[in-house]
């Protein structure tokens, strides 16, 4: 997968455990992000439906969760691939903003992107294969970027992978078919189905996915957007409609506990940072209020490597201090006590092991 801040990677085989001792046949990721806790419901046999407002995120849930690996053919995406890999580089809007105006790749690899983008919805635009297509080519594009997981900014010389050639290979799919929802989480909350598991992994502070992943929103949107910045954002990512609830300081806390609240599933696994604008005990009373028992489980875990890194100025220079590099997620379970106290059985049985 992708690098993506507040992946739940760690977790999911910990993730994966509750859900099996939940028994849940269907499940929902409100905040589904890459899609990682998602594609771990479908391994574990359940009918997902994966939400986000991002556009990259919609791709990533029509590949990992809508596409069914039993019914596409492995050949076809294959053969796909290959004629897109065979597509002449150009010089286009990734060379020119994400190359030239900025560093995220070199350009002999963002002339390649520009003529994979550019080649997908030519050859391939109302395909069933698109999704995959795109997914591919983020996956690629990633493997050669640099930054340190965010684009937010670059580095100031060029990371060692960005020399590599892109490559594009075929994502692996997971078992079933679910479904993708471009949405606010808060706003269609009420009108998704029932679900046995409801996973919740909100933003839990100011910055926004929107635009710590800008590169790929327009990779995936080719809307060629107007750049602003040194990062060479996307111009609505100053727009007051790219802004969520769930990351304001102010706002945050009220629409989280309104959306636990609402949220129709018989168990809730809420996850967020030590790092975040609501403390523990706020989580699990927010969880209380659904009038169900309450577990909580904590996991530490490195911090973003960019911690690790300092705080420069545009020249370069170190200007500040490595703060905190390691971090505790909170998972909150809400649900029938006896169904709780199973999946967190399950969950001490894994560390035992």
Same mark, same amino acid.
């Given at each position: 997968?992708?690098?993506?801040?507040?992946?739940?990677?760690?977790?999911?085989?910990?993730?994966?455990?509750?859900?099996?001792?939940?028994?849940?046949? @269907?499940?929902?990721?409100?905040?589904?992000?890459? +899609?990682? &806790? #998602?594609?771990?419901?479908?391994?574990?046999?359940?009918?997902?439906?994966?939400?986000?407002?991002?556009?990259?995120?919609?791709?990533?849930?029509?590949?990992?969760?809508?596409?069914? !690996?039993?019914?596409?053919?492995?050949?076809?995406?294959?053969?796909?691939?290959?004629?897109? #890999?065979?597509?002449? *580089?150009?010089?286009?809007? %990734? @060379?020119? &903003?994400?190359?030239?105006?900025?560093?995220?790749?070199?350009?002999?690899?963002?002339?390649?992107?520009? #003529?994979?983008?550019?080649?997908?919805?030519?050859?391939?635009?109302?395909?069933?294969?698109?999704?995959?297509?795109?997914?591919?080519?983020?996956?690629? !594009?990633? #493997?050669?970027?640099? +930054?340190?997981? &965010?684009?937010?900014?670059?580095?100031?010389?060029?990371?060692?992978?960005?020399?590599?050639?892109?490559?594009?290979?075929?994502?692996?799919?997971?078992?079933?078919?679910?479904?993708?929802?471009?949405?606010?989480?808060?706003?269609?909350?009420?009108?998704?189905? $029932?679900?046995?598991?409801?996973?919740?992994? *909100?933003?839990?502070?100011?910055?926004?996915?929107?635009?710590?992943?800008?590169?790929?929103? @327009?990779?995936?949107?080719?809307?060629?957007?107007?750049?602003?910045?040194?990062?060479?954002?996307?111009?609505?990512?100053?727009?007051?409609?790219?802004?969520?609830?769930?990351?304001?300081?102010? @706002?945050? *806390?009220?629409?989280?506990?309104?959306?636990?609240?609402?949220?129709?599933?018989? +168990?809730?696994?809420?996850?967020?940072?030590?790092?975040?604008?609501?403390?523990?005990?706020?989580?699990?009373?927010?969880?209380?209020?659904?009038?169900?028992?309450?577990?909580?489980?904590?996991?530490?875990?490195?911090?973003?490597?960019?911690?690790?890194?300092?705080?420069?100025?545009?020249?370069?220079?170190?200007?500040?201090?490595?703060?905190?590099?390691?971090?505790?997620? $909170?998972?909150?379970?809400?649900?029938?006590?006896?169904?709780?106290?199973?999946?967190?059985?399950? %969950?001490?049985?894994?560390?035992?092991?």
């Amino acid at each position: 997968m992708i690098k993506y801040l507040g992946s739940k990677r760690r977790l999911v085989p910990v993730l994966g455990e509750l859900f099996a001792g939940s028994g849940a046949r @269907t499940g929902l990721d409100l905040f589904t992000g890459t +899609t990682r &806790v #998602a594609q771990e419901m479908c391994r574990r046999g359940m009918d997902v439906t994966a939400v986000d407002t991002a556009s990259y995120s919609e791709v990533l849930a029509q590949c990992y969760v809508e596409a069914d !690996a039993d019914t596409v053919d492995a050949a076809e995406v294959a053969g796909a691939l290959d004629r897109l #890999a065979c597509l002449e *580089p150009v010089r286009g809007y %990734v @060379t020119e &903003v994400f190359c030239e105006r900025s560093r995220y790749f070199q350009p002999r690899n963002g002339m390649r992107i520009d #003529a994979v983008r550019q080649g997908i919805d030519d050859l391939y635009g109302d395909s069933p294969l698109r999704s995959l297509l795109l997914t591919s080519l983020l996956r690629a !594009a990633d #493997a050669v970027d640099s +930054t340190v997981g &965010v684009q937010m900014a670059y580095l100031k010389e060029w990371s060692r992978r960005s020399a590599r050639e892109l490559v594009l290979r075929p994502p692996v799919l997971t078992p079933g078919a679910g479904r993708a929802v471009r949405a606010d989480a808060a706003s269609v909350v009420d009108d998704l189905p $029932h679900v046995d598991v409801a996973y919740l992994d *909100p933003p839990y502070n100011k910055h926004r996915y929107f635009a710590n992943y800008h590169v790929w929103e @327009t990779l995936v949107r080719w809307d060629r957007p107007e750049p602003y910045g040194v990062a060479a954002k996307r111009a609505d990512c100053r727009d007051a409609v790219s802004r969520s609830v769930f990351n304001g300081r102010r @706002t945050m *806390p009220a629409a989280l506990a309104e959306t636990v609240r609402r949220v129709r599933a018989d +168990t809730v696994v809420l996850s967020f940072s030590d790092e975040g604008y609501v403390a523990l005990p706020d989580l699990v009373e927010m969880c209380r209020a659904r009038g169900q028992d309450v577990r909580t489980l904590s996991f530490e875990s490195d911090r973003y490597v960019g911690a690790k890194i300092g705080i420069h100025n545009r020249a370069g220079e170190k200007v500040g201090s490595v703060g905190r590099l390691r971090n505790v997620e $909170h998972l909150v379970l809400a649900g029938d006590g006896d169904r709780l106290d199973a999946m967190v059985a399950r %969950v001490a049985a894994l560390q035992e092991a």
